[in-house]
């Protein structure tokens, strides 16, 4: 079986940081895509970054780039999402997720269906 834990989330004051962890488990962690979404209370849940299992290569929805960035230990088997310079609209709760690599398939990061596991959430906050 597939587990993804996440951790790092917490309260901080707008303009700080927090460094977001995602362990996994029951997976071969480099021949899986692994993303970060979030979901405040009321909004949908909102893509936030992905990295290649192949290349390293990452993605950001516009809101984060130049704040966040996502990074991947394949021996640890973790990903994590730095965050510099949070704002209140960062709150949320935030998923760590893992879609394994499909060959021959054209497929959309950005969707959360496309995703095959998720942890349970860590909390973000973020006052101004």
């Known amino acids: 079986q597939v587990q993804l834990v996440e951790s790092g989330g917490g309260s901080v004051q707008a303009g700080g940081s927090l460094r977001l962890s995602c362990v996994a488990s029951g997976l071969t962690f480099s021949m899986y895509f692994m993303a970060w979404f979030r979901q405040a209370p009321g909004r949908e849940r909102e893509f936030v970054a992905t990295?290649?299992?192949?290349?390293?290569?990452?993605y950001y929805t516009d809101s984060v780039k130049g704040r966040f960035t996502i990074s991947r230990d394949n021996a640890k088997n973790t990903v994590y999402l730095q965050m510099n310079s949070l704002k209140p609209e960062d709150t949320a709760v935030y998923y760590c997720?893992?879609?394994?690599?499909?060959?021959?398939?054209?497929?959309?990061?950005?969707?959360?269906?496309?995703?095959?596991?998720w942890g349970q959430g860590t909390q973000v906050t973020v006052s101004s």
């Open positions: 997720a893992a879609r394994r690599s499909r060959a021959f398939v054209r497929w959309s990061p950005v969707r959360g269906g496309e995703y095959d596991t």
């Open positions: 990295i290649n299992w192949s290349d390293g290569s990452t």
